[in-house]
Protein backbone atom coordinates (compact mmCIF):
# COMPACT_ATOMS: atom_id res chain seq x y z
CA UNK A 1 0.00 0.00 0.00
CA UNK A 2 0.80 3.86 -0.05
CA UNK A 3 2.13 4.12 -3.21
CA UNK A 4 2.38 7.77 -4.98
CA UNK A 5 2.49 8.00 -8.74
CA UNK A 6 4.83 11.18 -9.83
CA UNK A 7 4.40 12.14 -13.82
CA UNK A 8 5.99 12.58 -16.02
CA UNK A 9 9.17 10.65 -14.97
CA UNK A 10 10.70 13.00 -17.71
CA UNK A 11 10.53 15.96 -19.49
CA UNK A 12 12.14 18.22 -21.70
CA UNK A 13 10.47 21.72 -22.74
CA UNK A 14 11.75 25.14 -24.21
CA UNK A 15 12.76 28.19 -21.76
CA UNK A 16 9.53 30.63 -21.55
CA UNK A 17 6.75 27.84 -21.48
CA UNK A 18 5.37 26.25 -18.80
CA UNK A 19 5.45 22.71 -17.46
CA UNK A 20 3.11 20.43 -15.15
CA UNK A 21 3.85 18.20 -12.48
CA UNK A 22 1.57 15.61 -11.55
CA UNK A 23 1.60 13.70 -7.77
CA UNK A 24 -0.91 11.42 -7.39
CA UNK A 25 -1.45 9.22 -4.29
CA UNK A 26 -2.81 5.58 -5.63
CA UNK A 27 -4.31 3.92 -2.55
CA UNK A 28 -4.45 6.52 0.12
CA UNK A 29 -5.93 10.01 0.32
CA UNK A 30 -3.06 12.69 1.14
CA UNK A 31 -3.89 15.23 3.40
CA UNK A 32 -0.94 17.02 2.93
CA UNK A 33 1.81 16.77 -0.12
CA UNK A 34 5.54 18.59 -0.11
CA UNK A 35 7.75 19.66 -3.36
CA UNK A 36 11.46 18.97 -3.04
CA UNK A 37 13.98 19.88 -5.52
CA UNK A 38 17.07 17.72 -5.77
CA UNK A 39 19.92 19.71 -5.91
CA UNK A 40 23.41 18.60 -7.60
CA UNK A 41 24.91 17.61 -4.48
CA UNK A 42 22.04 15.88 -3.58
CA UNK A 43 20.53 17.29 -0.93
CA UNK A 44 16.79 18.24 -1.02
CA UNK A 45 14.98 21.42 -0.79
CA UNK A 46 11.93 21.41 0.93
CA UNK A 47 9.94 23.85 -1.65
CA UNK A 48 6.64 23.93 0.00
CA UNK A 49 3.65 22.13 1.52
CA UNK A 50 0.68 21.80 0.12
CA UNK A 51 -3.05 20.96 2.14
CA UNK A 52 -6.12 19.89 0.03
CA UNK A 53 -7.78 22.35 -0.24
CA UNK A 54 -6.23 25.33 1.24
CA UNK A 55 -2.99 27.71 -0.67
CA UNK A 56 0.27 25.79 -0.29
CA UNK A 57 2.96 26.97 2.24
CA UNK A 58 6.35 28.18 0.28
CA UNK A 59 9.16 27.88 1.92
CA UNK A 60 11.51 31.06 2.31
CA UNK A 61 13.06 32.10 -1.12
CA UNK A 62 10.66 29.84 -3.36
CA UNK A 63 8.53 31.85 -5.98
CA UNK A 64 5.03 30.98 -5.53
CA UNK A 65 4.35 32.87 -8.86
CA UNK A 66 6.86 30.84 -10.74
CA UNK A 67 5.83 27.19 -8.97
CA UNK A 68 2.43 26.91 -9.04
CA UNK A 69 1.10 24.36 -6.04
CA UNK A 70 -2.28 22.80 -6.64
CA UNK A 71 -4.10 20.71 -4.50
CA UNK A 72 -7.33 20.01 -5.50
CA UNK A 73 -8.48 16.56 -4.36
CA UNK A 74 -7.26 14.04 -1.79
CA UNK A 75 -5.41 12.15 -4.47
CA UNK A 76 -3.99 14.51 -6.56
CA UNK A 77 -1.08 17.75 -6.56
CA UNK A 78 0.67 19.61 -9.20
CA UNK A 79 3.56 21.63 -9.65
CA UNK A 80 3.79 23.71 -12.76
CA UNK A 81 6.91 25.40 -13.32
CA UNK A 82 5.74 28.64 -15.23
CA UNK A 83 7.97 30.19 -17.63
CA UNK A 84 11.08 28.13 -17.58
CA UNK A 85 14.50 28.78 -17.54
CA UNK A 86 17.16 27.05 -17.82
CA UNK A 87 17.96 26.98 -13.99
CA UNK A 88 14.90 25.77 -13.67
CA UNK A 89 15.99 22.35 -14.83
CA UNK A 90 16.51 19.82 -11.95
CA UNK A 91 15.19 16.98 -10.49
CA UNK A 92 11.66 17.30 -8.76
CA UNK A 93 9.92 14.92 -6.38
CA UNK A 94 6.73 15.00 -4.34
CA UNK A 95 5.63 12.78 -1.25
CA UNK A 96 2.39 12.66 0.23
CA UNK A 97 1.20 11.50 4.10
CA UNK A 98 -2.17 10.89 5.16
CA UNK A 99 -1.38 12.33 8.87
CA UNK A 100 -3.09 9.10 10.12
CA UNK A 101 -0.11 7.37 10.61
CA UNK A 102 3.41 8.17 10.32
CA UNK A 103 3.18 7.15 6.79
CA UNK A 104 4.97 9.20 4.39
CA UNK A 105 5.52 8.36 0.82
CA UNK A 106 7.69 9.84 -2.28
CA UNK A 107 6.63 9.77 -5.27
CA UNK A 108 9.31 8.73 -8.45
CA UNK A 109 10.20 11.85 -9.28
CA UNK A 110 11.06 14.10 -12.30
CA UNK A 111 13.56 14.94 -14.36
CA UNK A 112 12.96 18.24 -16.12
CA UNK A 113 15.77 19.96 -18.58
CA UNK A 114 14.67 23.40 -19.90
CA UNK A 115 16.49 23.80 -22.97
CA UNK B 1 8.88 -3.00 -7.52
CA UNK B 2 10.41 -1.25 -5.11
CA UNK B 3 14.39 -0.92 -5.65
CA UNK B 4 14.68 0.91 -2.17
CA UNK B 5 13.23 -1.54 0.74
CA UNK B 6 12.83 -0.55 4.32
CA UNK B 7 11.22 -3.40 5.61
CA UNK B 8 10.72 -2.18 9.37
CA UNK B 9 8.08 0.18 9.61
CA UNK B 10 8.79 1.26 13.07
CA UNK B 11 11.68 0.45 15.30
CA UNK B 12 11.57 1.14 19.46
CA UNK B 13 15.55 1.75 21.14
CA UNK B 14 15.84 2.62 24.51
CA UNK B 15 17.91 6.08 24.89
CA UNK B 16 21.52 5.16 25.67
CA UNK B 17 21.35 2.09 23.58
CA UNK B 18 22.06 1.75 19.99
CA UNK B 19 19.57 1.94 17.32
CA UNK B 20 20.20 0.36 13.93
CA UNK B 21 18.39 0.87 11.33
CA UNK B 22 18.61 -1.24 7.79
CA UNK B 23 17.73 -0.65 4.24
CA UNK B 24 17.92 -3.17 1.15
CA UNK B 25 18.41 -2.27 -2.67
CA UNK B 26 18.11 -4.47 -5.59
CA UNK B 27 19.50 -1.87 -8.08
CA UNK B 28 23.12 -3.03 -8.95
CA UNK B 29 23.86 0.26 -10.43
CA UNK B 30 23.05 2.02 -7.60
CA UNK B 31 26.65 3.96 -6.52
CA UNK B 32 25.34 5.97 -3.91
CA UNK B 33 23.46 6.11 -0.69
CA UNK B 34 22.00 8.78 1.61
CA UNK B 35 20.07 8.89 4.68
CA UNK B 36 17.47 11.28 5.39
CA UNK B 37 16.10 12.20 9.12
CA UNK B 38 12.44 13.87 9.11
CA UNK B 39 10.40 15.35 11.64
CA UNK B 40 6.70 15.64 11.41
CA UNK B 41 5.41 18.55 9.86
CA UNK B 42 9.05 19.22 8.38
CA UNK B 43 10.70 18.18 5.12
CA UNK B 44 13.53 15.21 5.68
CA UNK B 45 16.67 16.54 5.93
CA UNK B 46 19.53 15.18 4.99
CA UNK B 47 21.78 13.15 7.40
CA UNK B 48 24.63 11.37 6.01
CA UNK B 49 25.88 9.41 2.86
CA UNK B 50 28.20 6.81 1.79
CA UNK B 51 29.42 5.92 -1.78
CA UNK B 52 29.63 2.67 -3.09
CA UNK B 53 33.84 2.41 -3.01
CA UNK B 54 34.00 2.64 0.50
CA UNK B 55 32.17 0.28 3.22
CA UNK B 56 31.57 2.59 6.25
CA UNK B 57 31.05 6.36 6.68
CA UNK B 58 31.46 7.86 10.59
CA UNK B 59 29.92 11.20 11.58
CA UNK B 60 29.63 11.58 14.97
CA UNK B 61 26.91 9.43 16.59
CA UNK B 62 25.71 8.47 13.27
CA UNK B 63 27.78 5.93 10.95
CA UNK B 64 26.78 4.28 7.89
CA UNK B 65 27.82 0.63 6.78
CA UNK B 66 27.05 -0.58 3.33
CA UNK B 67 27.74 -4.42 2.45
CA UNK B 68 27.22 -4.36 -1.75
CA UNK B 69 27.44 -8.27 -1.94
CA UNK B 70 24.26 -8.25 -0.17
CA UNK B 71 23.02 -4.85 -1.10
CA UNK B 72 22.61 -3.73 2.38
CA UNK B 73 23.09 -0.90 4.28
CA UNK B 74 22.40 -0.14 7.71
CA UNK B 75 22.56 3.15 10.08
CA UNK B 76 23.82 2.82 13.37
CA UNK B 77 23.11 5.54 15.88
CA UNK B 78 24.65 5.34 19.19
CA UNK B 79 23.80 6.57 21.71
CA UNK B 80 20.70 7.05 21.09
CA UNK B 81 19.17 10.08 21.98
CA UNK B 82 15.62 11.28 22.21
CA UNK B 83 16.24 14.04 19.66
CA UNK B 84 16.94 10.79 17.48
CA UNK B 85 12.85 10.29 17.30
CA UNK B 86 11.54 10.96 13.76
CA UNK B 87 11.45 8.84 10.22
CA UNK B 88 14.61 7.85 8.47
CA UNK B 89 14.94 7.39 5.19
CA UNK B 90 16.92 5.31 2.70
CA UNK B 91 18.15 6.48 -0.09
CA UNK B 92 20.20 5.72 -3.38
CA UNK B 93 21.06 7.20 -6.39
CA UNK B 94 22.92 5.38 -9.84
CA UNK B 95 25.92 6.89 -11.41
CA UNK B 96 25.93 10.65 -13.14
CA UNK B 97 25.29 12.92 -10.53
CA UNK B 98 21.44 11.38 -10.22
CA UNK B 99 20.30 11.63 -13.84
CA UNK B 100 17.12 9.31 -11.96
CA UNK B 101 17.30 11.22 -8.98
CA UNK B 102 17.10 9.72 -5.84
CA UNK B 103 15.16 6.27 -5.24
CA UNK B 104 13.44 6.21 -1.53
CA UNK B 105 12.63 4.05 0.81
CA UNK B 106 9.65 3.86 2.50
CA UNK B 107 10.66 4.96 6.20
CA UNK B 108 11.39 3.47 9.73
CA UNK B 109 9.83 5.32 12.52
CA UNK B 110 12.77 5.32 15.59
CA UNK B 111 11.37 5.98 18.76
CA UNK B 112 13.78 6.45 21.69
CA UNK B 113 12.37 5.58 24.64
CA UNK B 114 13.65 6.95 28.38
Known amino acids: GAVVSQHPSRVICKSGTSVKIECRSL??????MFWYRQFPKKSLMLMAT?????????EQGVEKDKFLINHASLTLSTLTVTSAHPEDSSFYIC???????????FGSGTRLTVV | DQQVKQNSPSLSVQEGRISILNCDYTNSMFDYFLWYKKYPAEGPTFLIS?????DKNEDGRFTVFLNKSAKHLSLHIVPSQPGDSAVYFC?????????????FGKGTHLIIQP
Open chain 1, 95 to 105: SATDRSSYGYT
Open chain 2, 91 to 103: AASAPGGGADGLT
Open chain 1, 27 to 32: DFQATT
Open chain 2, 50 to 54: ISSIK
Open chain 1, 50 to 58: SNEGSKATY
